[in-house]
């Protein structure tokens, strides 16, 4: 894809092509939050690192997708000694 002289028809052409799918998940991801809203109970690990990665998303700074998964990455260079829980749960759960 070449680049067009104004840059705002490229930005336009992503819209094009992506804007229904970001739609659609976010809004999956909203019907989410209001199942969990609406259940008794309180947050665990998992859903307080998705809320806080959901201020990433309109922040206004770059590189979204990689500052999204270091705040769920385990931050210590030494391995541990023995996995705490029998499966990844997607977030780091000392969060």
Do not use: C
Not at 39 to 49: C, E, F, K, N, V
Not at 87 to 95: F, M, V
């Amino acid at each position: 894809m070449t680049t067009p002289k104004e840059p705002w028809r490229q930005r336009d052409a992503l819209t094009d092509l992506y804007y229904m799918e970001a739609r659609a998940r976010l809004l999956d991801v909203a019907a989410f939050l209001d199942r969990i809203d609406r259940a008794p109970g309180t947050d665990d690990h998992r859903l307080r690192s998705l809320r806080a990665a959901l201020a990433f998303l309109n922040d206004g700074k770059a590189d979204r997708t990689r500052r999204i998964l270091e705040s769920w990455s385990d931050p210590s260079a030494a391995p541990a000694d023995s996995a705490d829980t029998k499966g990844a749960t997607g977030a780091w759960p000392k969060l």
